[in-house]
């Protein structure tokens, strides 16, 4: 941790590079969805779209850590703006989300900013109505439906309905949001409207999704409980490296290289790479991959075995009690 600090430094000029020419390729991929006359290139359009927008919410994710513009307010007022209009409000998503960074792969039952994990024993003692949330919570279609389950309801209607007083952020981000949509459906019409900003959306939150989910639920993940948890070997052996292309790497903003991220938050996006590429302990981490065998493999993980030190299916969990 100590050695990672010298990365914890923000370059002006790259943080507003990175901005500005993100907006500017989510404008350019987004003119392609809307005007072009071929449907196949509007609907690459608004794949490149979702996927820029996706590169947008890593900028906006580094600029709630306080890694990049902690001094601009203009860089601030864009970026909060971004949060409002894509279902995370600030204040929602900063305290989900470092609640989630102090407390990474705990086993002690919080689902706050992450996934829910049971144990095995847990499950089997858990009642039907907690088993059928369990199962649903850590079913594939919530990430597949992510642009609802996730953003809309996690991290708006939840919290709005929990406390609106605090929450009010939440209220507004879903008003932004659907004016964007009724705007576009009264001035440009159905098709326009889905290829330049519902399905973008929807990409954009569904990969959103499984990145949150495949970033500390893998083959190889360490669970720890509260006594026997540090901060360092949640980061190390509990968060994944995402091995993905150059271009990939691009357009999810580094955020594959989670291992390195969770150890020091400060950490610009950009910077991620150079750090895991000069620290000798963060070159070996877990890893898994875009290969549908590691996607499959890690959807399949569902409860936590504590015998096993490890993540099973139900089906395994099934048969080690019958065994």
């Known amino acids: 941790m100590i050695a990672s600090r010298r990365f914890a430094q923000e370059t002006g000029f790259r943080s507003w590079?990175?901005?500005?020419?993100?907006?500017?390729?989510?404008?350019?991929?987004?003119?392609?969805?809307?005007?072009?006359?071929?449907?196949?290139?509007?609907?690459?359009?608004?794949?490149?779209?979702?996927?820029?927008?996706?590169r947008?919410?890593?900028?906006?994710?580094?600029?709630?850590?306080?890694?990049?513009?902690?001094?601009?307010?203009?860089?601030?007022?864009?970026?909060?703006?971004?949060?409002?209009?894509?279902?995370?409000?600030?204040?929602?998503?900063?305290?989900?989300?470092?609640?989630?960074?102090?407390?990474?792969?705990?086993?002690f039952g919080s689902d706050v900013g992450s996934f829910p994990i049971l144990t095995t024993g847990d499950y089997r003692a858990a009642g039907w109505r907690t088993r059928l949330w369990y199962r649903s919570a850590r079913h594939p279609s919530v990430l597949?439906?992510?642009?609802?389950?996730?953003?809309?309801?996690?991290?708006?209607?939840?919290?709005?309905?929990?406390?609106?007083?605090?929450?009010?952020?939440?209220?507004?981000?879903?008003?932004?949001?659907?004016?964007?949509?009724?705007?576009l459906l009264w001035f440009t019409g159905l098709p326009t409207t889905l290829f330049v900003f519902v399905m973008p959306t929807w990409i954009a939150t569904t990969l959103g999704a499984y990145l949150f989910y495949v970033q500390h639920n893998f083959p190889g993940v360490r669970l720890r409980g509260i006594e026997g948890w540090s901060y360092c070997q949640a980061a190390l052996s509990s968060s994944s490296y995402l091995e993905m292309g150059r271009v990939m790497n691009w357009l999810t903003g580094n955020i594959g290289y989670h291992h390195v991220h969770h150890l020091n938050a400060?950490?610009?996006?950009?910077?991620?790479?150079?750090?895991?590429?000069?620290?000798?302990?963060?070159?070996?981490p877990p890893t898994t991959t875009f290969r549908l065998r590691d996607v499959f493999g890690c959807l399949r993980l569902k409860l936590w075995d504590e015998s096993q030190d490890r993540f099973v299916s139900f089906s395994e969990a099934a048969a080690s009690r019958t065994d």
């Open 266 to 284: 400060k950490i610009p996006f950009y910077r991620l790479p150079e750090a895991m590429a000069e620290l000798p302990r963060l070159q070996t």
């Open 144 to 183: 597949l439906l992510g642009y609802l389950t996730v953003f809309a309801y996690l991290m708006c209607v939840r919290p709005l309905l929990a406390d609106p007083r605090q929450h009010w952020d939440a209220a507004l981000s879903l008003c932004a949001h659907t004016s964007i949509i009724a705007c």
């Open 56 to 107: 947008l919410f890593v900028v906006y994710h580094d600029y709630q850590h306080r890694a990049i513009f902690r001094g601009s307010r203009l860089a601030g007022k864009l970026l909060d703006l971004y949060g409002y209009l894509m279902l995370t409000p600030p204040s929602i998503w900063k305290q989900s989300h470092d609640h989630h960074h102090r407390n990474n792969s705990q086993l």
């Open 17 to 54: 590079w990175n901005l500005l020419s993100t907006l500017s390729a989510l404008a350019f991929f987004g003119s392609v969805a809307a005007f072009s006359q071929h449907i196949w290139m509007r609907g690459l359009g608004s794949l490149l779209t979702g996927l820029v927008i996706v």
